[in-house]
């Protein structure tokens, strides 16, 4: 019996080392792909990992002057910048157009990727096809430096292109101040928005849909089923959990602006002093705190702030997912 055991042993041992073995030779294989893998973990926990210990910032009295270990040094002054913030002549200015623009840009700008992928797919002609989805999603690439400087050239009053047709067409009178009037920026935030991201995130909507089952088009079809009822029935339902999974990182990102296009690179680029009223939203105003006025605690408690909401937002979006259409992120 005690020899039976000491066998059954030392086969287990022999198969855990010929298990290591495998594994240490599966890895020096695919070495290449391990570096590969290693460098982005290595490169998300610097820039993303190490950063959140400066959210203690939020809750102390820290100066730059302290450097990094001012971090950990300072004087700790609780929720005194997040009541400051809450208590600011412009916070509901701030948070209002905040809000505005990220639920504007949800409403208007997600639904068109969708809109998108639905209309390439029923695009029977090859060429056009490739054509199309090229140009609708070649503005993602583009800078949002560049497009802001487009824009200045095509929107100014003065020589502008798009100006200059509105008056050549008589359809009004003098030059509308796209970039200079509050009232026109929210409209300008959202279209531009649509037009740089909802070719890009179509790609998505477009490989759901190209993963259905064609078969069930073709039994639609000899059913008599139009174009429109077999969208309705069948591609839509079909790709209802992409759907979900995007909204709800779309819903989490939206105060950021995320997958409908960035709030923070439009409100800098594209907002000056006279149209701040409806152009400043949470990023900008954290921004101009911290770098332009040094106060880096104040602005990392307005960032907080900005972070949990989109947390409850995440969470909240994938439980009324879950409870409602049964899909979820998690």
Same mark, same amino acid.
Not at 148 to 160: D, E, I, Q
Not at 167 to 192: C, I, M, R
């Given at each position: 019996m005690e020899q039976l055991t000491k066998v059954g042993t030392s086969q287990r041992t022999k198969q855990l080392t010929a298990a290591k073995r495998s594994i240490w030779h599966a890895i020096v294989q695919q070495k290449y792909a391990h570096l590969f893998v290693l460098t982005g973990m290595l490169i998300v926990f610097i820039f993303h990992y190490l950063p959140m210990f400066g959210i203690l910032m939020a809750f102390k009295n820290y100066s730059i002057s302290t450097g990094i270990k001012g971090i950990f040094t300072s004087e700790w002054v609780g929720l005194k910048y997040f009541n400051e913030f809450v208590h600011a002549y412009n916070f509901k200015q701030i948070v209002t157009n905040t809000l505005a623009i990220s639920l504007l840009k949800l409403v208007f700008t997600f639904p068109m990727p969708i809109l998108l992928a639905i209309m390439f797919n029923?695009?029977?002609?090859?060429?056009?096809?490739?054509?199309?989805?090229? #140009?609708?999603?070649?503005?993602? !690439?583009? %800078?949002?430096?560049?497009?802001?400087?487009? +824009?200045? @050239?095509?929107?100014?009053?003065?020589?502008?292109?798009?100006?200059?047709?509105?008056?050549?067409?008589?359809? #009004?009178?003098?030059?509308?101040? !796209?970039? %200079?009037?509050?009232?026109?920026?929210?409209? +300008?935030? @959202?279209?531009?928005?649509?037009?740089?991201?909802?070719?890009?995130?179509?790609?998505?909507?477009l490989a759901a849909i190209s993963g259905l089952d064609p078969t069930l088009y073709d039994a639609a079809e000899m059913d008599g089923a139009g174009r429109l009822r077999r969208i309705w029935h069948i591609t839509l339902p079909g790709i209802r959990g992409t759907i979900i999974v995007v909204l709800i990182l779309a819903v989490g990102s939206m105060l950021g602006g995320g997958l409908v296009g960035s709030n923070f690179e439009q409100s800098y680029l594209l907002g000056n002093s006279i149209n701040n009223e409806r152009s400043e939203i949470l990023q900008t105003y954290a921004f101009k705190m911290g770098l332009a006025q040094g106060r880096y605690a104040y602005a990392t408690a307005i960032d907080l702030i900005q972070s949990v909401i989109a947390i409850i937002l995440v969470f909240g979006s994938n439980y009324l997912s879950k409870k409602v259409t049964k899909n979820s992120l998690f």
């Open positions: 029923e695009v029977r002609y090859q060429f056009f096809k490739r054509f199309a989805q090229t #140009v609708s999603y070649f503005p993602h !690439f583009i %800078s949002w430096i560049v497009v802001s400087g487009l +824009l200045v @050239v095509f929107l100014s009053t003065n020589n502008g292109i798009v100006n200059d047709l509105l008056k050549g067409l008589g359809l #009004v009178k003098d030059s509308l101040p !796209f970039l %200079s009037s509050p009232d026109y920026f929210w409209g +300008l935030a @959202v279209t531009t928005a649509m037009w740089k991201e909802a070719g890009w995130w179509a790609i998505i909507f």
